[in-house]
């Protein structure tokens, strides 16, 4: 049974790739070493509360020249620091430790599974603490599912996420002279 529901949710998720809306979809001109453009569908049905957070720092150009401060090869690039991971005043030492001026938002947990591709929020031990920073995944990692919310997937652009420059394992995957989301918008603002 849990098979059936699983295999359902992994249907109606690819399905909606096909039909990624220009309000749903979130645009990254990636900067640095390896420059271009990721596109992500936001899944607002999956995680309402953490899109509508991506959404609004979005709009708010929260994310604009924002580092990916842990990058770990075969795993994932993490980024979205609003606080501490603007590349201005880049510093490797803090970035990952801040959060944006909201609330933390309660977990929103579902059935899809960590794939490459999937974009998580990232929090701390708390379930409920995600905030501002998410992450792209370069490979599966069936540890992640069910323990952090899945927000949406790469739709284009995943050559882009695959060189984005990787950090030390020795360091958590902390990045010095990282690439960054050099400009984020919501496609419909174009």
């Not at 992994?10 to 390896?34: D, K, Q, R, Y």
């Not at 990952?96 to 960590?114: H, M, R, V, W």
């Not at 999937?118 to 995600?130: C, D, E, I």
Request: proline fraction near 4%; charge should be positive.
């Amino acid at each position: 049974m849990r098979f059936i529901a699983i295999l359902a949710t992994a249907l109606t998720f690819a399905c909606s790739l096909w039909a990624a809306s220009p309000e749903n979809t979130l645009m990254i001109e990636v900067g640095g070493h390896n420059p271009g453009l990721v596109e992500i569908e936001l899944l607002p049905d999956v995680a309402p509360r953490h899109v509508e957070r991506i959404k609004k720092l979005t709009r708010d150009g929260s994310y604009n020249n924002v580092a990916f401060h842990r990058v770990m090869a075969g795993f994932m690039a993490q980024t979205g620091d609003v606080k501490h991971g603007n590349m201005s005043a880049f510093n490797a030492r803090f970035a990952g430790t801040g959060q944006s001026k909201y609330a933390d938002l309660p977990a929103e947990f579902s059935d899809i599974p960590f794939t490459k591709g999937v974009v998580g929020m990232a929090r701390s031990q708390n379930p409920n603490s995600a905030n501002s920073q998410f992450f792209i995944m370069f490979e599966e990692e069936a540890q992640l599912n069910n323990q952090y919310t899945v927000l949406g997937r790469v739709i284009s652009g995943q050559k882009v996420v695959d060189k984005i420059k990787k950090g030390s394992r020795a360091v958590n995957g902390a990045v010095i002279s990282p690439d960054y989301m050099k400009r984020v918008w919501i496609k419909a603002d174009e």
